[in-house]
């Protein structure tokens, strides 16, 4: 079926059409489906030259889909070549840019190449102030990741500063039931709980994972997540016996999430 724009009354372009239930299928995990179908978006918006922003918005939603499927590696060349275009159709500095920029400094951080995230992290946060201001979520986000980034490569002094202050900020705009705060807060416990300062991170780990239960309740991916982390924590310190319910409970945690598959 064509997906058809309602607005103004018209049938989708193909490009269109195979953009928009690419998008549809990755929101309902049809990640081969959803693959497909942008391939041939892709084709359908390389014919509408090489510096066009409908082929760079093809392009970052392919590196969307693959970082939805957990593939961070095969997200980086789309964002690379999305950011090109992006730069000659908006300059440097566009908000377009500036999105693009997080999304590769993203993906280039969950595969492991957090000085290559560095730059890319560094850019999006230089747009996002100057168009959004330096206490939006966004900015915050980007700080976060800036945060993650250091804390990857063992610079502590910046990534307690950078997690801290993105914390702030997400306490600000969210409150205590932010999704955002609570990941801070956990990745600010894994950086003093890899220097073996265990009493700083385990009241960060058990707020956290407070926080994250509150929200989601028990069956939850992020839940288990605090779980293992909490539970290694004690491990390291030597509390063996303390962190075995903990690990017990993460996996009956994904046992039941495997359930609901």
């Not at 590196?63 to 992006?86: D, Q, S, T, W």
């Not at 999006?124 to 490569?153: C, D, M």
Request: proline letters at 4%; a neutral charge.
């Amino acid at each position: 079926m064509l997906f058809t724009c309602h607005a103004l009354g018209q049938v989708a372009s193909p490009w269109e059409s195979y953009l928009a239930s690419g998008v549809s299928a990755a929101e309902q995990k049809r990640f081969t489906a959803a693959e497909q179908l942008l391939a041939l978006a892709l084709g359908e918006a390389e014919h509408f030259g090489p510096s066009d922003a409908r082929l760079g918005s093809t392009l970052n939603t392919t590196g969307l889909v693959f970082m939805a499927e957990n593939k961070p590696r095969e997200a980086v060349a789309p964002y690379r070549r999305a950011l090109g275009i992006f730069e000659k159709v908006y300059g440097p500095k566009g908000m377009d840019v500036g999105n693009v920029c997080l999304n590769l400094g993203i993906a280039l951080n969950m595969d492991g190449q957090s000085e290559a995230a560095l730059p890319m992290l560094t850019r999006a946060r230089e747009i996002y102030e100057a168009i959004l201001g330096r206490e939006s979520p966004k900015t915050a986000l980007v700080i976060f990741q800036q945060g993650e980034a250091a804390r990857h490569l063992h610079k502590w002094d910046e990534a307690e500063a950078s997690l801290k202050r993105a914390a702030d900020l997400q306490e600000a705009q969210g409150g205590m039931d932010s999704p955002e705060l609570a990941a801070s807060l956990n990745s600010l416990a894994l950086a003093y709980s890899s220097q073996g300062k265990f009493a700083q991170a385990e009241p960060l780990f058990k707020l956290s994972l407070n926080m994250r239960e509150a929200k989601y309740g028990l069956n939850h991916e992020d839940v288990a997540v605090s779980l293992d982390n909490y539970a290694t924590m004690l491990r390291e310190a030597g509390r063996f016996k303390d962190s075995q319910p903990l690990t017990t409970l993460a996996d009956a945690v994904r046992k039941s999430l495997r359930g609901k598959k």
